[in-house]
């Protein structure tokens, strides 16, 4: 298996994550204090982000693509 790094502050060496950084700043403005954010709140975001189709998954949401794959892995 092949192992890679970005390297540091090449921020486009990370797209994906870069772009799920920028889809949380919707929810959460830069300089937010998470002691004093809920935790419905973090859930009702993480329920929208992880059911929002992307590009980079051929517009399949992370849940879909996830839950095909844990029953890939039950099935053996």
Excluded: H
Excluded at 18 to 40: H, M, S, V, W
Aim: proline content about 5%; aromatic content about 14%; glycine content about 6%.
């Amino acid at each position: 298996m092949s192992i890679y790094f970005a390297d540091p502050y090449a921020a486009w060496q990370r797209g994906a994550n870069e772009n799920t950084n920028g889809l949380l700043r919707q929810y959460f403005p830069k300089g937010i204090d998470f002691r004093k954010t809920d935790e419905i709140a973090v859930t009702e975001a993480v329920r929208k982000l992880n059911n929002r189709p992307r590009k980079c998954l051929g517009y399949r949401t992370p849940n879909e693509v996830f839950w095909s794959a844990a029953r890939g892995a039950l099935a053996i």
